[in-house]
Protein backbone atom coordinates (compact mmCIF):
# COMPACT_ATOMS: atom_id res chain seq x y z
CA UNK A 1 0.00 0.00 0.00
CA UNK A 2 2.56 2.65 0.61
CA UNK A 3 4.43 1.77 -2.22
CA UNK A 4 1.06 2.17 -4.56
CA UNK A 5 0.49 5.40 -2.66
CA UNK A 6 4.55 6.63 -3.41
CA UNK A 7 4.05 6.17 -6.97
CA UNK A 8 1.53 8.31 -8.28
CA UNK A 9 3.24 11.07 -5.43
CA UNK A 10 6.34 10.75 -7.84
CA UNK A 11 4.46 10.95 -10.72
CA UNK A 12 2.43 14.25 -9.75
CA UNK A 13 6.03 15.54 -8.59
CA UNK A 14 7.73 15.29 -11.46
CA UNK A 15 4.40 16.87 -13.52
CA UNK A 16 5.04 19.80 -11.62
CA UNK A 17 9.09 19.78 -11.78
CA UNK A 18 8.99 19.43 -15.70
CA UNK A 19 5.89 21.01 -17.02
CA UNK A 20 6.80 24.92 -16.11
CA UNK A 21 10.17 24.66 -17.25
CA UNK A 22 8.28 22.73 -20.47
CA UNK A 23 6.36 25.80 -20.78
CA UNK A 24 8.92 27.88 -20.51
CA UNK A 25 10.88 26.27 -23.45
CA UNK A 26 7.71 26.45 -25.26
CA UNK A 27 6.78 29.99 -25.10
CA UNK A 28 10.85 30.80 -25.25
CA UNK A 29 10.38 28.59 -28.77
CA UNK A 30 7.20 30.93 -29.62
CA UNK A 31 9.16 33.81 -29.16
CA UNK A 32 11.98 32.52 -31.61
CA UNK A 33 9.53 31.46 -33.77
CA UNK A 34 7.66 35.29 -33.99
CA UNK A 35 10.53 36.81 -34.51
CA UNK A 36 11.84 34.88 -37.18
CA UNK A 37 8.59 35.57 -38.85
CA UNK A 38 9.39 39.42 -37.93
CA UNK A 39 12.72 39.35 -38.39
CA UNK A 40 12.45 40.48 -42.80
CA UNK A 41 10.08 43.24 -41.79
CA UNK A 42 13.00 44.47 -38.93
CA UNK A 43 15.62 44.41 -41.43
CA UNK A 44 13.89 46.00 -44.17
CA UNK A 45 12.75 48.61 -41.66
CA UNK A 46 16.57 48.71 -40.42
CA UNK A 47 18.08 49.02 -43.94
CA UNK A 48 15.46 52.10 -44.83
CA UNK A 49 16.96 53.83 -41.58
CA UNK A 50 20.17 53.44 -42.48
CA UNK A 51 19.80 54.57 -46.44
CA UNK A 52 17.89 57.89 -44.80
CA UNK A 53 20.79 58.59 -42.62
CA UNK A 54 23.59 58.18 -45.22
CA UNK A 55 21.92 59.84 -47.81
CA UNK A 56 21.04 62.51 -45.11
CA UNK A 57 25.26 62.59 -44.55
CA UNK A 58 25.80 62.69 -48.41
CA UNK A 59 23.72 65.33 -49.16
CA UNK A 60 23.34 67.87 -46.75
CA UNK A 61 20.00 70.46 -46.43
CA UNK A 62 20.26 73.66 -47.73
CA UNK A 63 21.44 76.45 -45.13
CA UNK A 64 18.87 79.23 -44.69
CA UNK A 65 18.69 81.74 -46.95
CA UNK A 66 20.79 84.95 -46.32
CA UNK A 67 20.38 88.06 -47.72
CA UNK A 68 23.49 88.80 -48.31
CA UNK A 69 23.60 86.03 -51.08
CA UNK A 70 20.38 87.39 -52.36
CA UNK A 71 22.35 90.85 -53.06
CA UNK A 72 25.09 89.11 -54.43
CA UNK A 73 22.64 87.07 -57.15
CA UNK A 74 21.00 90.43 -58.08
CA UNK A 75 24.11 92.31 -58.34
CA UNK A 76 25.43 88.87 -60.99
CA UNK A 77 22.30 89.53 -62.81
CA UNK A 78 22.97 93.20 -63.38
CA UNK A 79 26.60 92.51 -64.55
CA UNK A 80 25.84 89.59 -66.53
CA UNK A 81 22.93 91.90 -68.58
CA UNK A 82 25.23 95.09 -68.98
CA UNK A 83 28.32 93.26 -70.01
CA UNK A 84 26.50 90.96 -72.42
CA UNK A 85 25.55 94.23 -74.18
CA UNK A 86 29.23 95.04 -74.86
CA UNK A 87 30.43 91.64 -75.52
CA UNK A 88 27.76 92.00 -78.33
CA UNK A 89 28.22 95.24 -79.67
CA UNK A 90 31.94 94.61 -79.95
CA UNK A 91 31.38 91.01 -81.24
CA UNK A 92 28.62 92.42 -84.07
CA UNK A 93 30.39 95.16 -85.21
CA UNK A 94 32.94 94.60 -87.02
CA UNK A 95 34.79 97.90 -87.58
CA UNK A 96 35.83 97.49 -83.79
CA UNK A 97 38.55 95.46 -84.25
CA UNK A 98 41.44 97.67 -82.94
CA UNK A 99 43.75 96.13 -80.17
CA UNK A 100 41.72 98.59 -77.84
CA UNK A 101 38.58 96.90 -78.70
CA UNK A 102 39.84 93.38 -78.00
CA UNK A 103 40.87 94.05 -74.73
CA UNK A 104 37.68 95.90 -73.84
CA UNK A 105 35.95 92.69 -75.35
CA UNK A 106 38.47 90.70 -73.02
CA UNK A 107 37.13 93.16 -69.94
CA UNK A 108 33.31 92.87 -70.63
CA UNK A 109 33.94 88.97 -71.25
CA UNK A 110 35.93 88.43 -67.29
CA UNK A 111 32.67 90.41 -66.00
CA UNK A 112 29.85 88.44 -67.75
CA UNK A 113 31.46 85.39 -66.49
CA UNK A 114 32.03 86.63 -63.28
CA UNK A 115 27.93 87.71 -62.80
CA UNK A 116 27.15 84.48 -64.31
CA UNK A 117 29.35 82.69 -61.68
CA UNK A 118 27.59 85.06 -58.99
CA UNK A 119 24.20 83.57 -60.04
CA UNK A 120 25.16 79.76 -60.46
CA UNK A 121 27.09 80.58 -56.78
CA UNK A 122 23.27 81.26 -55.47
CA UNK A 123 21.86 78.32 -57.47
CA UNK A 124 24.14 76.02 -56.24
CA UNK A 125 24.26 76.63 -52.72
CA UNK A 126 20.74 76.83 -52.01
CA UNK A 127 19.85 74.05 -54.32
CA UNK A 128 22.18 71.45 -55.45
CA UNK A 129 24.42 71.83 -51.65
CA UNK A 130 27.73 69.56 -52.72
CA UNK A 131 31.42 69.73 -52.28
CA UNK A 132 32.28 69.36 -56.38
CA UNK A 133 30.24 71.79 -57.11
CA UNK A 134 30.90 74.48 -54.49
CA UNK A 135 34.90 73.93 -55.98
CA UNK A 136 33.67 74.76 -59.07
CA UNK A 137 31.71 78.06 -58.81
CA UNK A 138 34.55 79.07 -56.46
CA UNK A 139 37.19 78.24 -59.48
CA UNK A 140 34.54 80.20 -61.97
CA UNK A 141 34.82 83.22 -59.50
CA UNK A 142 38.42 83.24 -59.00
CA UNK A 143 38.94 82.94 -62.99
CA UNK A 144 36.51 85.99 -64.29
CA UNK A 145 37.23 88.17 -61.16
CA UNK A 146 41.56 87.83 -61.97
CA UNK A 147 40.97 87.59 -66.19
CA UNK A 148 38.96 91.29 -65.43
CA UNK A 149 41.85 92.43 -63.46
CA UNK A 150 44.25 91.48 -65.55
CA UNK A 151 42.18 92.86 -68.36
CA UNK A 152 42.02 96.20 -66.60
CA UNK A 153 45.91 96.16 -66.53
CA UNK A 154 46.30 95.20 -70.50
CA UNK A 155 44.26 98.42 -71.23
CA UNK A 156 46.41 100.62 -68.64
CA UNK A 157 49.25 98.96 -70.43
CA UNK A 158 48.16 99.25 -74.32
CA UNK A 159 47.04 102.88 -73.35
CA UNK A 160 50.39 103.86 -72.28
CA UNK A 161 52.42 102.34 -75.64
CA UNK A 162 49.88 104.14 -77.58
CA UNK A 163 51.27 107.38 -76.44
CA UNK A 164 54.73 106.21 -76.62
CA UNK A 165 54.23 104.83 -79.79
CA UNK A 166 50.89 106.90 -81.41
CA UNK A 167 52.28 106.63 -85.21
CA UNK A 168 52.41 102.73 -84.99
CA UNK A 169 49.85 101.87 -82.74
CA UNK A 170 47.22 100.51 -85.50
CA UNK A 171 50.13 98.28 -87.08
CA UNK A 172 50.01 94.66 -87.08
CA UNK A 173 52.69 94.98 -84.44
CA UNK A 174 50.00 96.09 -82.12
CA UNK A 175 47.67 94.04 -82.83
CA UNK A 176 49.97 91.09 -82.62
CA UNK A 177 51.03 92.56 -78.60
CA UNK A 178 47.46 92.62 -77.80
CA UNK A 179 46.88 89.11 -78.76
CA UNK A 180 50.11 88.20 -76.47
CA UNK A 181 47.89 90.17 -73.44
CA UNK A 182 45.21 88.18 -73.91
CA UNK A 183 46.99 85.24 -74.11
CA UNK A 184 48.96 85.62 -70.78
CA UNK A 185 45.99 87.43 -69.26
CA UNK A 186 43.73 84.20 -69.73
CA UNK A 187 46.33 81.77 -69.07
CA UNK A 188 47.27 83.41 -65.90
CA UNK A 189 43.09 83.34 -65.00
CA UNK A 190 42.96 79.88 -65.64
CA UNK A 191 45.47 78.90 -63.76
CA UNK A 192 44.57 80.75 -60.69
CA UNK A 193 40.64 79.32 -61.35
CA UNK A 194 41.70 75.92 -61.78
CA UNK A 195 43.95 75.44 -58.15
CA UNK A 196 40.88 75.21 -56.42
CA UNK A 197 39.53 71.83 -57.86
CA UNK A 198 43.02 70.68 -58.23
CA UNK A 199 43.45 69.86 -54.58
CA UNK A 200 44.48 73.63 -53.11
CA UNK A 201 41.05 74.06 -50.33
CA UNK A 202 40.11 73.58 -47.42
CA UNK A 203 37.15 71.02 -47.47
CA UNK A 204 39.08 68.43 -45.31
CA UNK A 205 40.95 70.92 -43.49
CA UNK A 206 39.14 73.64 -42.35
CA UNK A 207 42.21 75.04 -39.96
CA UNK A 208 43.53 76.42 -43.26
CA UNK A 209 40.06 77.67 -44.53
CA UNK A 210 40.33 81.61 -45.95
CA UNK A 211 37.91 84.16 -45.65
CA UNK A 212 35.75 82.65 -48.45
CA UNK A 213 35.12 78.83 -48.16
CA UNK A 214 36.51 76.48 -50.33
CA UNK A 215 39.27 78.45 -50.54
CA UNK A 216 42.62 77.91 -49.15
CA UNK A 217 44.07 80.61 -47.09
CA UNK A 218 47.37 80.47 -48.83
CA UNK A 219 45.71 80.83 -52.26
CA UNK A 220 43.31 83.62 -51.46
CA UNK A 221 46.95 85.16 -50.32
CA UNK A 222 48.17 84.35 -53.52
CA UNK A 223 45.43 85.90 -55.40
CA UNK A 224 44.71 89.35 -53.13
CA UNK A 225 48.32 90.05 -52.85
CA UNK A 226 48.63 89.41 -57.22
CA UNK A 227 45.79 91.88 -57.05
CA UNK A 228 47.74 94.77 -54.95
CA UNK A 229 50.22 94.29 -57.41
CA UNK A 230 48.30 95.10 -60.37
CA UNK A 231 47.37 98.47 -58.61
CA UNK A 232 50.40 99.31 -58.07
CA UNK A 233 51.10 98.62 -61.80
CA UNK A 234 48.33 100.53 -62.88
CA UNK A 235 49.16 103.77 -60.69
CA UNK A 236 52.69 103.53 -61.65
CA UNK A 237 51.94 103.69 -65.70
CA UNK A 238 48.88 105.91 -65.04
CA UNK A 239 50.99 108.38 -63.78
CA UNK A 240 53.58 108.14 -66.49
CA UNK A 241 50.55 108.61 -68.20
CA UNK A 242 49.59 111.98 -66.78
CA UNK A 243 52.77 113.24 -67.57
CA UNK A 244 52.53 112.44 -71.25
CA UNK A 245 49.40 113.43 -71.87
CA UNK A 246 50.02 116.79 -70.23
CA UNK A 247 53.07 117.31 -71.95
CA UNK A 248 51.62 116.64 -74.99
CA UNK A 249 48.67 119.23 -74.50
CA UNK A 250 51.52 121.86 -73.59
CA UNK A 251 52.90 120.99 -77.05
CA UNK A 252 49.51 121.26 -79.09
CA UNK A 253 48.57 124.45 -77.27
CA UNK A 254 51.77 126.36 -78.04
CA UNK A 255 51.60 125.07 -81.67
CA UNK A 256 48.08 126.15 -82.37
CA UNK A 257 48.08 129.42 -80.34
CA UNK A 258 45.38 128.14 -77.31
CA UNK A 259 44.65 130.13 -74.66
CA UNK A 260 46.48 128.41 -71.54
CA UNK A 261 43.27 128.20 -70.24
CA UNK A 262 42.48 125.68 -73.02
CA UNK A 263 45.62 124.12 -71.66
CA UNK A 264 44.53 123.50 -68.32
CA UNK A 265 41.10 122.41 -69.23
CA UNK A 266 42.54 119.53 -71.29
CA UNK A 267 44.96 118.90 -68.95
CA UNK A 268 42.13 118.42 -66.02
CA UNK A 269 39.98 116.53 -67.81
CA UNK A 270 42.69 113.58 -68.68
CA UNK A 271 43.60 113.77 -64.83
CA UNK A 272 39.66 113.62 -63.91
CA UNK A 273 39.32 110.37 -66.20
CA UNK A 274 42.45 108.66 -64.52
CA UNK A 275 41.43 109.36 -61.41
CA UNK A 276 37.59 107.97 -61.99
CA UNK A 277 39.55 105.00 -63.48
CA UNK A 278 42.20 104.58 -60.62
CA UNK A 279 39.30 105.59 -57.77
CA UNK A 280 36.99 103.04 -59.41
CA UNK A 281 39.29 100.19 -58.88
CA UNK A 282 41.27 101.07 -55.69
CA UNK A 283 37.95 101.37 -53.93
CA UNK A 284 36.28 98.77 -55.02
CA UNK A 285 39.26 95.58 -55.07
CA UNK A 286 41.97 97.32 -52.16
CA UNK A 287 39.50 96.44 -49.17
CA UNK A 288 38.84 92.64 -49.95
CA UNK A 289 42.36 91.97 -51.21
CA UNK A 290 43.51 93.60 -47.75
CA UNK A 291 40.98 91.63 -45.70
CA UNK A 292 42.08 88.39 -47.83
CA UNK A 293 45.54 88.88 -46.75
CA UNK A 294 44.96 89.71 -43.30
CA UNK A 295 41.87 87.64 -42.09
CA UNK A 296 41.13 83.78 -41.69
CA UNK A 297 38.30 81.40 -41.05
CA UNK A 298 37.50 82.77 -37.66
CA UNK A 299 36.51 85.88 -38.94
CA UNK A 300 32.67 86.72 -38.91
CA UNK A 301 31.37 86.20 -42.45
CA UNK A 302 30.10 89.83 -42.54
CA UNK A 303 33.32 90.71 -43.21
CA UNK A 304 33.72 88.86 -46.50
CA UNK A 305 30.41 90.09 -47.28
CA UNK A 306 31.14 93.69 -46.48
CA UNK A 307 34.09 93.57 -48.43
CA UNK A 308 33.33 91.16 -51.42
CA UNK A 309 30.39 93.41 -52.30
CA UNK A 310 32.19 96.80 -53.61
CA UNK A 311 34.72 94.03 -55.24
CA UNK A 312 31.70 92.65 -57.50
CA UNK A 313 30.78 96.38 -57.93
CA UNK A 314 34.00 97.11 -59.88
CA UNK A 315 32.45 94.34 -62.65
CA UNK A 316 29.22 96.79 -62.71
CA UNK A 317 31.92 100.04 -63.23
CA UNK A 318 33.79 98.34 -65.45
CA UNK A 319 31.21 98.72 -68.65
CA UNK A 320 30.29 102.36 -67.83
CA UNK A 321 34.19 103.72 -67.66
CA UNK A 322 35.74 101.58 -70.96
CA UNK A 323 32.49 101.07 -72.98
CA UNK A 324 29.75 103.23 -72.52
CA UNK A 325 32.24 106.36 -72.49
CA UNK A 326 33.53 105.80 -75.70
CA UNK A 327 32.00 107.32 -78.99
CA UNK A 328 32.24 104.78 -81.24
CA UNK A 329 30.46 102.74 -78.93
CA UNK A 330 27.79 105.07 -78.23
CA UNK A 331 27.24 105.36 -82.06
CA UNK A 332 26.78 101.65 -82.16
CA UNK A 333 24.19 101.54 -79.39
CA UNK A 334 22.12 104.40 -80.73
CA UNK A 335 22.16 102.98 -84.04
CA UNK A 336 21.03 99.40 -82.49
CA UNK A 337 17.76 101.82 -80.75
CA UNK A 338 17.04 103.50 -84.36
CA UNK A 339 17.21 100.34 -86.76
CA UNK A 340 19.55 101.80 -88.32
CA UNK A 341 23.85 101.61 -88.79
CA UNK A 342 26.22 104.41 -87.78
CA UNK A 343 27.43 106.12 -90.94
CA UNK A 344 31.37 106.52 -91.01
CA UNK A 345 32.17 103.99 -88.12
CA UNK A 346 35.24 102.66 -89.90
CA UNK A 347 36.79 105.65 -91.36
CA UNK A 348 38.02 106.93 -88.10
CA UNK A 349 41.07 105.86 -86.79
CA UNK A 350 40.79 104.56 -83.06
CA UNK A 351 42.68 105.73 -80.21
CA UNK A 352 42.88 104.71 -76.24
CA UNK A 353 42.12 108.22 -75.60
CA UNK A 354 38.47 107.65 -76.75
CA UNK A 355 38.10 105.18 -73.99
Known amino acids: MFGHLEAPLLIRTLDHIWCPSMANNESAVGRLDSAEDRSPSLDLSLSLSLS??????????????NPWDVVLCVSGALISCENAIVVAVILYTPALRSPMFLLIGSLAVADLLAGLGLILHF????????????LATAGLLVASFSASVCSLLAITVDRYLSLRHALTYCSARAVTRAHLMLLLT??????????????????????????????????????SGAFLLV??????????????????AHQIALQRHFLPSSHYVTTRRGISTLALILGAFASCWLPFAIYGLLGDASYPPLYTYATLLPA??????NP????????????????ACCGSLAPGLSSRARTPSDV
Open 320 to 335: LIYAFRNHEIQKVLLA
Open 312 to 317: TYNSLL
Open 123 to 134: LFRYCVPSDSVQ
Open 231 to 248: FALMLQLYARICRVVCRH
Open 52 to 65: LSLSALEEPPPPPL
Open 186 to 223: WAAAALLGLLPAMGWNCLRDAAGCSVVRPLARAHLALV
